[in-house]
């Protein structure tokens, strides 16, 4: 498979199913990636860890700039996570809460049985 190919692979389907895709072709590009993270993570968390403790850490200007755009994006994803469990525990009930004054209909349980065989329809033998 050519570059372009891998590559609009890559943009346009999840990391699971591409990682699943390259397992089944026995390209092996992701493997080389997930093993060195896999035997790396001591130090990938000592560099982080001084990021967490400090943010305004300078290692060098890639990582420094790579590392603050993951944290924006990790608080920015916080934040939303944050609005979403907000307006779940609103508990709005109906549209009625959204016009000002507006009282929410009543119910009314007492009905006769007999005022409902106007919507009763009667049984055919087929369509006619």
Do not use: W
Request: overall charge negative; some cysteine.
């Amino acid at each position: 498979m050519n570059d372009i190919d891998l590559m609009t692979l890559k943009l346009l389907s999840s990391k699971k199913k591409y990682n699943q895709y390259l397992a089944n072709t026995g390209e092996t590009d992701n493997s080389k990636y997930k093993n060195a993270v896999l035997s790396n993570v001591d130090g990938i968390k000592s560099i982080l860890g001084k990021y967490l403790q400090d943010p305004e850490t300078q290692i060098c200007n890639d990582l420094d700039n790579a590392v603050e755009q993951c944290f924006k994006a990790v608080l920015d994803h916080l934040s939303n996570m944050e609005r979403v469990e907000e307006y779940e525990n609103e508990n709005v009930d109906s549209t009625y809460d959204y016009v000002e004054g507006a009282e929410e209909p009543k119910v009314d349980e007492s009905y006769d049985e007999s005022a409902l065989e106007y919507l009763r329809v009667e049984e055919t033998d087929g369509f006619s």
